[in-house]
């Protein structure tokens, strides 16, 4: 059995280093909202099911491939690299942009600040939630540089259902705090993909 590309020289320099690139900010992210604070109440467990869904997420896309090799993507495993590098750096270049657009109200527990409101700009125009998007951006280009179908299906899915459950948890907490104009943002821009779900 031939291991995936990102676990065979030179490929696995390469994803990697593109894999510290991505996760930097987000570990940054996850100490900021663990560091010594406690989770504020309107998060409830959301970030751990959070963290915890997207560990999972990313095993299987590592492990399937060594598990179900009869399961690799049809064709040449270095263009699904490829693909799966391209999908790795947009979620990420996706999720420093919601960091940018939302500022100090992009935490990593559901918190309500003072001072809350609605922000509509950047990507947030298009969908309520495109950091869950680049999220699942970023699992899904993972799981396909590993070249693996029932991997990336897996991962995907795990990670879906949290980044759900976060979501609605979210969702939940501004609708309470923001009300109407909360209300109105929700029902012109779907959740993840525009115009899809």
């Known amino acids: 059995m031939t291991a ?12 990697w280093v593109v894999n510290t690139w991505v996760y930097t900010p987000e570990f940054r992210l996850i100490g900021r909202s663990v560091g010594g604070n406690p989770v504020p109440a309107e998060d409830r467990g959301s970030m751990r099911v959070l963290i915890v869904g997207y560990f999972f997420a990313l095993f299987a896309a590592f ?5 179900a090799p009869g399961a690799a993507l049809p064709g040449d495993s270095r263009i699904w690299f ?16 919601c960091f940018r657009v939302l500022g100090a109200f992009f935490t990593g527990a559901v918190t309500i600040q003072a001072g809350h409101r609605v922000v509509d700009t950047g990507a947030y125009r298009w969908v309520r939630h ?13 799981a396909v540089a590993c070249g ?16 759900l459950y976060r979501a609605r948890i979210e969702e939940q907490a501004l609708l309470a705090a923001l009300g109407e104009p909360y209300a109105r943002f929700m029902a012109t821009r779907r959740r993840f993909i525009p115009f899809v779900v």
């Open 130 to 142: 495109p950091g869950y998007s680049a999220g699942l951006l970023i699992v899904l280009g993972t």
């Open 82 to 97: 490829v693909t799966g590098l391209v999908l790795l750096i947009a979620g990420s270049a996706l999720r420093r942009h």
């Open 63 to 67: 492990l399937l491939p060594f598990l």
């Open 148 to 163: 693996n179908w029932l991997g990336t299906a897996v991962a995907f899915v795990l990670a879906f259902a949290g980044y």
């Open 4 to 15: 995936p590309l990102p676990f065979t020289w030179p490929w696995a320099l390469v994803f």
